[in-house]
């Protein structure tokens, strides 16, 4: 098979290693390695410290089980020691990369210049950096990383599955372990909004189990049933979910045994309902209910058991979907996800914003703008501002000015996205942003735009008091300070993880809080007929209360803490509530807006 401009996607996994060359028009081809399409992850380490990888190393085990080591993958990312060698797992994985790179570049010619590898989604900075150097050892260079549930995801997606922009989807990859991810589709892509793994919840589980049950305790070591014996079972579970029964070898002198379906699904369905908890529990996670799901897919060897849709489904109560060839899933994914790093040229115009999306954005626009006229236009002052005579003092909310400021950074962060998009579009621009990048610049510019903003409301409101800039540039700008730097750097982090983009801001603490502000702003600065105090004081605290309740609803994502939080915060701030409050919620709020931010980095971080 001839490709042009070919790629090379790679899936290694904690039991096999699945890789495929595709071309530009989607055709694929999957490299056989050893002889096999999806060579075992397993490892041989000898006296003398030479490593061997994939089907030798099993033959090598029968006559040194001492070097063998089962799955890379399991042993951390630290070093293992094997007859007496001290050996780094990155080398073990490279071994097996290695290979892979060396099939891709018989049936090439060479190694394509593009080439991704697939990491769970779950697996931070340091541990893609590892992998990383172990591609880098194989002589892969520095691939591109996609994350498996975004690949399997697009895979679909590209398939001809109806995935609209803002569209929820639940990926329950089920291999050797389990890992479930939320994702939702942006206009740049799929994002993750939350992931859970159970090392416990896979395939490795269940044929643990499985040999348990079948075999006598002479197959076992240390508590446990040895490799060879796991890979004959396994073999076994594999073949039942297309064969009524089938004959399990195992390594002598235990003689073969028989398994058929039902005992499969009947060791499995404990390790299976493990799973789809873990699923029901990324859905939680996500702050979604299993109604908001446009699709759920598994994915994943594991996946092609009968038992598995029934018990998702049970669990989850929604229809499960097992994909075509679910074990290949997101290697395939990779190999087609073009959209990640196409040129931006070929990015397609942003989607039409529906009414919910504008709406959304309106609202901390409009509240920004009349908190900003409010603060200017219920100033006090001491002298003439008509007669332009410097007054001795301007009583001003500064507060109210720093809120106003944090509403316009959120407005332009949730522009952001669309903003990319648009320069990436710019004839001058083109062919200079990929998917990542556009949002990159977004953010940036979004940032920027902000400052802008801010700096205009000090000086309009400098000009307007008659007095020099300073103080109210301070209260502008200084506020939104550690907001955009933390928002600048998820969207570093987002350059470099492209499936990954910025949650978008929860509307409610924004119009709790925006809302709040501007009623205790008002009630404390409005003149009133003294018997009306009592409904403008009752007015003041509960401006306050709701600014707290907005602060737990935005800090918190758990909703038993949230409820807790609010009712503290709320009735704190209701007994509490004073004029001389006012600079202290503008600086509450910006800690608030900053701790959300930190949030998202330090999620993105683990």
């Known amino acids: 098979m001839q490709f042009g401009?070919?790629?090379?996607?790679?899936?290694?996994?904690?039991?096999?290693?699945?890789?495929?060359?595709?071309?530009?028009?989607?055709?694929?081809?999957?490299?056989?390695?050893?002889?096999?399409?999806?060579?075992?992850?397993?490892?041989?380490?000898?006296?003398?410290?030479?490593?061997?990888?994939?089907?030798?190393?099993?033959?090598?085990?029968?006559?040194?089980?001492?070097?063998?080591?089962?799955?890379?993958?399991?042993?951390?990312?630290?070093?293992?020691?094997?007859?007496g060698r001290e050996v780094e797992?990155?080398?073990?994985?490279?071994?097996?990369?290695?290979?892979?790179?060396?099939?891709?570049?018989?049936?090439?010619?060479?190694?394509?210049?593009?080439?991704?590898?697939?990491?769970?989604?779950?697996?931070?900075?340091?541990r893609r950096t590892w992998l990383r150097k172990a591609a880098y050892?194989?002589?892969?260079?520095?691939?591109?990383?996609?994350?498996?549930?975004?690949?399997?995801?697009?895979?679909?997606?590209?398939?001809?599955?109806?995935?609209?922009?803002?569209?929820?989807?639940?990926?329950?990859?089920?291999?050797?372990?389990?890992?479930?991810?939320v994702l939702r589709r942006g206009p740049l892509g799929f994002e993750v909004l939350s992931t859970l793994a159970d090392a416990h919840a896979g395939g490795q589980?269940?044929?643990?189990?499985?040999?348990?049950?079948?075999?006598?305790?002479?197959?076992?070591?240390?508590?446990?049933?040895?490799?060879?014996?796991?890979?004959?079972?396994?073999?076994?579970?594999?073949?039942?979910?297309?064969?009524?029964?089938?004959?399990?070898?195992?390594?002598?002198?235990?003689?073969?045994v028989v398994i058929n379906a039902a005992q499969v699904e009947q060791v499995a369905e404990p390790v299976?309902?493990?799973?789809?908890?873990?699923?029901?529990?990324?859905?939680?996670?996500?702050?979604?209910?299993?109604?908001?799901?446009?699709?759920?897919?598994?994915?994943?060897?594991?996946?092609?058991?009968?038992?598995?849709?029934?018990?998702?489904?049970?669990?989850?109560?929604?229809?499960?979907?097992?994909?075509?060839?679910?074990?290949?899933a997101a290697v395939l994914g990779a190999a087609d996800a073009a959209g990640t790093t196409a040129a931006a040229g070929d990015v397609a115009p942003p989607p039409a914003p529906t009414l919910r999306g504008l709406l959304a954005l309106l609202v901390p626009g409009v509240l920004s703008l009349t908190l900003f006229t409010h603060f200017v236009f219920s100033a006090e002052f001491s002298g003439s501002r008509v007669l332009h005579l410097r007054p001795w003092w301007v009583w001003a909310n500064y507060g109210e000015l720093a809120i106003a400021g944090l509403l316009a950074l959120i407005v332009c962060l949730g522009f952001g996205p669309l903003a990319g998009t648009?320069?990436?579009?710019?004839?001058?621009?083109?062919?200079?942003?990929?998917?990542?990048?556009?949002?990159?610049?977004?953010?940036?510019?979004?940032?920027?735009?902000?400052?802008?903003?801010?700096?205009?409301y000090a000086v309009l409101a400098s000009l307007y008091f008659v007095l020099p800039f300073g103080l109210q540039l301070r209260w502008a700008l200084l506020p939104i300070l550690p907001a955009a730097l933390l928002a600048l750097a998820v969207t570093v982090l987002v350059r470099r993880r492209p499936a990954v983009l910025a949650e978008s801001f929860p509307m409610?603490?924004?119009?709790?809080?925006?809302?709040?502000?501007?009623?205790?702003?008002?009630?404390?600065?409005?003149?009133?007929l003294p018997w009306l105090h009592v409904l403008y004081l009752v007015g003041e605290r509960a401006g306050v209360a709701l600014v707290g309740v907005g602060i737990a609803i935005l800090l918190l994502r758990i909703v038993l803490l949230r409820a807790i939080a609010a009712v503290i915060l709320g009735g704190l701030g209701f007994f509490i509530a004073d004029y001389r409050m006012s600079n202290v919620l503008g600086v509450a709020v910006a800690l608030a807006v900053a701790g959300w931010w930190a949030q998202r980095l330090w999620s993105m971080l683990r």
């Not at 398939?159 to 372990?177: E, I, K, M, R, S």
Request: charge should be negative; hydrophobic fraction near 50%.
């Open 89 to 126: 797992v990155c080398e073990l994985v490279a071994a097996m990369l290695r290979l892979v790179a060396d099939e891709a570049t018989r049936v090439l010619g060479e190694l394509p210049a593009d080439i991704r590898l697939t990491v769970p989604a779950g697996w931070g900075p340091r």
């Open 422 to 456: 648009i320069l990436a579009r710019d004839q001058r621009l083109r062919g200079r942003f990929d998917g990542a990048g556009q949002l990159s610049a977004g953010m940036f510019t979004a940032v920027a735009v902000t400052a802008a903003i801010c700096a205009v």
């Open 272 to 328: 299976l309902r493990r799973a789809a908890d873990l699923a029901a529990a990324a859905v939680q996670a996500a702050e979604l209910t299993t109604a908001d799901l446009a699709a759920v897919y598994a994915v994943g060897g594991t996946a092609t058991m009968p038992a598995t849709q029934r018990i998702l489904q049970e669990r989850l109560a929604v229809a499960v979907q097992t994909v075509a060839m679910p074990g290949a």
């Open 508 to 528: 409610l603490p924004v119009l709790l809080i925006g809302g709040g502000d501007l009623l205790f702003a008002y009630t404390i600065s409005s003149r009133h």
């Open 137 to 181: 050892q194989a002589g892969l260079g520095q691939p591109s990383m996609i994350e498996a549930p975004v690949a399997a995801a697009n895979h679909q997606l590209l398939a001809g599955n109806q995935l609209p922009v803002g569209a929820f989807v639940l990926v329950c990859d089920l291999g050797a372990t389990a890992e479930a991810s």
């Open 205 to 256: 589980a269940i044929d643990e189990l499985l040999a348990g049950a079948l075999l006598v305790p002479a197959g076992t070591a240390n508590g446990r049933p040895s490799w060879p014996v796991l890979a004959s079972v396994r073999t076994g579970k594999e073949a039942v979910s297309f064969e009524a029964a089938v004959s399990v070898p195992l390594p002598p002198p235990d003689p073969a």
């Open 5 to 83: 401009a070919p790629r090379l996607a790679i899936d290694y996994g904690t039991a096999c290693t699945r890789a495929v060359v595709a071309g530009p028009d989607r055709s694929w081809q999957a490299l056989t390695i050893d002889g096999a399409p999806e060579p075992a992850n397993v490892a041989h380490i000898d006296a003398g410290g030479q490593i061997t990888v994939g089907n030798p190393a099993w033959r090598l085990a029968l006559s040194d089980p001492d070097g063998f080591v089962g799955a890379p993958l399991s042993e951390g990312s630290a070093t293992i020691t094997r007859n």
